[in-house]
């Protein structure tokens, strides 16, 4: 079996309790009282693997045999282990105050008008007329409607094109199984962790590259400040299905409307799909596209996920909604949409009643107003980081467009700054290379914070660097 970061840390701690957090590791073998062998080694971007092999003959086993797909995943996903590791973290050090700015979890309140729809919807269920069980699995129909309306405006997308859902990344993974093992795949380096791994579960990769730190089969798209975090298209080989962030995360910048208009000419020369990921296109402060379909042409290559997780702090109430345009065809001329409503109608029996029911607020003049209250909280606590960072001689990008910073730490590697942060600021960050191997050299720094908690931070940082 594959054991994570959790188990990892706790047989640290058992083995040699003096050792220092996230320690370097020596290859050697433990045996444990269930009968397993467990064999450590060390990575070369300095995480750690235990596997532990069943040693007793007597240990059930079933016939099945584990995914190959599987087999090829590297670790376990990103921000869980994060989230464990500062789970751990606490444990180990329950009197140092811990600062989060890792995981891009919001913190500040849902705004009331928005609870307020929800736990109205909440209450009417234990009511006799306000009931309702099953709903269209598209969604609610006005929330649809709204969506329409408020985000695509002019746009010519029809309410029916658009498909609500438990949030943007569950979306990914119905695309995945929507398009099958057999496509090719590209992604933006550094990228969202979800669009790899979710492509190696699929069978859309190859083998682990450990020199390289990636899959064999999928196309990395580097992003440099070198090339404005815009892939070089013209030597960017085709592939079926290309995953585009904007604003990116990590990198916290959002693409341009040429650069958008490229990426599109770029599917419709190579018949290939963008699935494109606006989760962050409220934090837009300029006048780069908000979505896809701002671009002439995209309906015909593109679908949009997007999400109300990062500006209505919808993380843990899940809601989001997807954009398949009636216009995108398969090779065959069958319309994608309608094998998209056969994978929700099977897979997936609709979003939360309460939570559309704030989705709905959301959208009103009102609750627009809220969560664009929000969004210019955490936009402010960018504005806090970057300019603390700066001021300090360090290459920071985003910020002005996402809330996330993301920090060069030339000649270093991520995992040492990011330990190094941690031990001595106490400040929980993501590593780059987590998201990729163009992450080499970053960190990833979130203003999903309360701002004395971000003014905090930046002052620990400057004591450190």
Known sequence: MQLGLREMYHLQLSAQPSISFLSVMKHRT???????????????????????IASRNDVFRT?????????????????TEISMLQSLYRDKYPDVKLISLGVGDTTHPIPEIIAS???????????ATGYKGYGEE??????????AEVVYKDMEIDYSDIFISDGAQCDISRFQLLLGSDITVAVQDPTFPAY????????????????????????????????????????????????????????????????????VDFA??????IIYDSAYSMYISDDSPRTIFEIPGAKEVAIEIASFSKYAGFTGVRLGWTVVPKDLLFANGFPVIEDFN??????????????????????SAEGYKAVSGVVNYYKENA?????????????VYGGKNSPYAWVHFQKRRSWEVFKEILDKTHVLTIPGTGFGPGGEGFIRISSFAHRESILEACRRFKSLF
């Open 30 to 52: 433990m045996q444990t009282s269930a009968g397993h062998t467990l064999y450590f080694w060390r990575r070369p971007n300095c995480r750690y693997t235990i596997k532990a």
């Open 63 to 79: 016939r099945i045999c584990r995914s190959k797909h599987m087999e090829k995943l590297q670790n376990g996903y990103l921000f």
């Open 117 to 127: 729809a929800m736990a109205k919807k909440c209450f009417g269920l234990s009511t």
């Open 138 to 147: 598209q969604g609610d129909r006005e929330l649809r409607y709204a969506i």
């Open 196 to 263: 790899v791994d979710s492509s190696v579960i699929m069978g859309h990769a190859g083998e682990f590259k450990r020199e390289a730190g990636k899959y064999g089969r999928i196309t990395y798209m580097k992003c440099t400040p070198d090339n404005n975090f815009f892939p070089d298209l013209s030597s960017t080989q085709r592939t079926d299905v290309i995953f585009f962030c904007s604003p990116n995360n990590p990198t916290g910048v959002a693409a341009s409307r040429n650069q958008l208009k490229s990426l």
């Open 268 to 273: 419709r020369a190579n018949g290939s799909i």
């Open 342 to 363: 056969r994978v929700i109608c099977t897979c997936f029996n609709g979003a939360s009643n309460i939570a559309q029911a704030g989705g709905l607020a959301c959208l």
């Open 383 to 395: 504005a806090i980081l970057v300019d603390t960072l700066q001021s300090m001689g360090l290459e």
